[in-house]
């Protein structure tokens, strides 16, 4: 059983804590201030076995981060993103080709990728994420996806961006609960994804 | 009149119940998924 404190600092945070509250092995306090009827709210994370969303409050703790960027003072799960997603995605193809995610309001760029419906086709911009490129493109409404071609299949998760975005980082928690306590998403595809799936996200794959 | 009634009365129902069957029997159209099928995470 890990008990994790997760900053509640917005919406994402907010909904990686009601993802990691419906696994089995994850207790969920919020880190204050803040106010929660669902949460036991805490005013620090000594004493926890990690912090979901907050990089410093880790650091004051001396526990794991898990974050949706890259952690730069400190040890913990890094990339727990769409983007992330889409590069565990690739974790395991061989001869990956293109790695891209689309997410609202991200823009545009001169890279034409095609999603699956209802994003299909949409210009993209070379991103780049602890030195792997992920081709960022805009969605349209409030759907997000995160894609990986490889030489012989394709996979994508496709889903509601704000929940996504929630399951993405809330994934994270799921490599320290396989045992590993740094490194980016990526580098624990199997946990991270496995974890993905388990709170609700669907890989699809097709052949190349 | 209450012959005519009948008939568009009997003449409904048999409609009714033919697009019924013709719905149930069917075959459902195929969905164009773009070929991706939900697989487990990698191990």
Redesign the interface.
């Known amino acids: 059983m890990r008990v994790v404190v997760v900053a509640a600092e917005g919406e994402a945070t907010r909904r990686a804590a009601l993802s990691l509250s419906t696994h089995p092995d994850v207790e969920v306090a919020l880190l204050g201030p803040t106010t929660s009827s669902q949460f036991p709210v805490v005013d620090s994370a000594i004493g926890y076995d990690a912090v979901v969303g907050s990089e410093r409050a880790a650091i004051e703790a001396g526990i794991p981060a898990v974050v949706p960027g890259a952690l730069e003072r400190h040890f913990g799960v890094e990339h727990c993103s769409i983007a992330g997603l889409a590069l565990a995605l690739a974790?395991?193809l061989e001869g990956v080709g293109t790695v891209a995610v689309a997410v609202p309001g991200a823009g545009g760029g001169d890279q034409e990728v095609t999603f699956?419906?209802p994003i299909d086709s949409r210009r993209a911009r070379a991103e780049s994420f602890s030195g792997r490129t992920v081709f960022v493109a805009d969605s349209p409404d409030d759907v997000a996806a995160a894609l990986a071609l490889g030489q012989d299949r394709h996979?994508?998760i496709l889903d509601d961006h704000r929940f996504m975005e929630g399951v993405a980082l809330a994934a994270g928690v799921g490599v320290l609960l396989a045992g590993y306590e740094s490194g980016p998403v990526w580098r624990h595809?199997?946990a991270y994804?496995?974890t993905?799936?388990e709170m609700g996200l669907?890989?699809?794959?097709?052949?190349a | 009149m209450n012959r005519l009634k009948n008939i568009l009365f009997v003449a409904t129902v048999v409609g009714a119940v033919v697009a019924f069957l013709r719905n149930r029997l069917t075959e459902p159209a195929a969905v164009d998924r773009g070929g991706w099928k939900p697989v487990e995470p990698p191990r």
């Open positions: 974790a395991d699956p419906s996979r994508v595809a199997p994804l496995q993905a799936t669907v890989i699809g794959e097709r052949p």
